[in-house]
Each structure stands twice: as C-alpha cells, then as structure tokens.
C-alpha cells in the first residue's frame, strides 16, 4: 500500500436544485454529519473533510480545480443524494488528478488513480 502524503479525504456532496433550498440544507447538513462520523472512525487514516454540497456543473468543475492544486487534498469521497445528474460531473471529473470514490444510493464506483481505472 502506498503512503499518502497529503493528510486528508474532501467528502463532497451532490444533489439538484429542484429539491427545495429547504430539503438542500438539510442534505447538506446530513452529508456533513456523515462526513464527520467518517473522520471519527479509527479505519480511516487520514482526516476527512466536508467540503460543500454541489448542485451544478460549474460548482463541480471549480472544486475539482481546487482539490487538484491543493497540496492537503488526498483524495475525494463524492456521496450523491439520491440523483445527482452524471452531466453535472463528467467535466469535473474528466479534470480530477486525484483518486476517488462516488457513492450513490444503488450503486457504488471506486476508480483508483486515474478517471479511466473503474472497478464496478
């Protein structure tokens, strides 16, 4: 297993704007939660920190920009909310240089390294 180097994990959120400013807090607030219970759990080597809770296109590609030249940035744990659009992401992710995971709630994709290394 490689050492990182870098001492934390983003977790970042996705959702839509058509659930309501109201439900939108309030899955913010929950991605926020989760993301805390992560850093608590003693399996988890590195720091993990909420990020934000993303709803566009030009939201993702900015936070993908900035974990890629950001030197405490490890790597990302992106937890979507029921449906975050795929059109939102495909950008960003295209750009992203470091390793990820993107949780939804049917299905669950770990890409290593590179965009282009899937494992389904």
Not at 65 to 70: D, I, L, M, P, Y
Request: hydrophobic share 45%.
């Amino acid at each position: 297993m490689k050492a990182l180097s870098q001492p934390e994990v983003w977790f970042i959120c996705g959702s839509q704007y058509l659930y309501g400013p109201a439900s939108l807090q309030e899955v913010a607030s929950n991605a926020q939660k989760v993301a805390e219970a992560l850093d608590a759990s003693k399996h988890i080597p590195l720091k993990v920190r909420y990020k934000v809770l993303l709803t566009s296109s030009t939201e993702v590609l900015r936070l993908i920009q900035e974990a890629n030249s950001s030197a405490d940035c490890s790597g990302a744990y992106l937890w979507m909310h029921t449906f975050s659009p795929v059109k939102m992401w495909i950008r960003g992710l295209a750009e992203l240089n470091k390793p990820f995971v993107i949780c939804t709630p049917s299905l669950t994709v770990i890409c290593l390294g590179m965009t282009s290394t899937w494992i389904l």
